[in-house]
């Protein structure tokens, strides 16, 4: 089992910054990818960004250049910066972790068993 807890959500005017993160703990040694996923309301969910462990990171096409996803594995952490933010990035995002990924499903829903409560990020135009 992995727990998965964000933080760091709030309300940001267009333009400002945000850095989410994720605690991860439990079986942690088995993840082979994390991600961000968001969803708005009334909206699908959909994918941020993700990290797939020794290969590299993917990004959604709508934040790629403004966000960076980032892994620390000694403290156990994901985080998500947030720059350039936009009244369309408001949405509730959460901590994904999965265990049987590849780098062609890496922004796939189905590839995370692992999922945390969400944190709400706010921007205001």
């Known amino acids: 089992q992995v727990q998965l807890v964000e933080s760091g959500g709030g309300s940001v005017q267009s333009g400002g910054s945000l850095r989410l993160s994720c605690a991860v703990s439990g079986y942690t040694s088995g993840t082979t990818c994390m991600a961000w996923f968001r969803q708005a309301p009334g909206k699908e969910r959909e994918t941020v960004a993700a990290?797939?462990?020794?290969?590299?990171?993917n990004y959604a096409n709508s934040v790629r250049g403004r966000f960076t996803i980032s892994q620390d594995n000694a403290k156990n952490t994901l985080s998500l910066q947030m720059n350039t933010l936009k009244p369309e990035d408001t949405a509730m995002y959460y901590c994904a972790a999965g265990q049987a990924c590849s780098w062609w499903s890496l922004l796939r829903a189905a590839s995370y068993s692992y999922w945390g409560q969400g944190t709400q990020v706010t921007v205001s135009s």
């Open positions: 990290i797939l462990r020794n290969s590299g990171t």
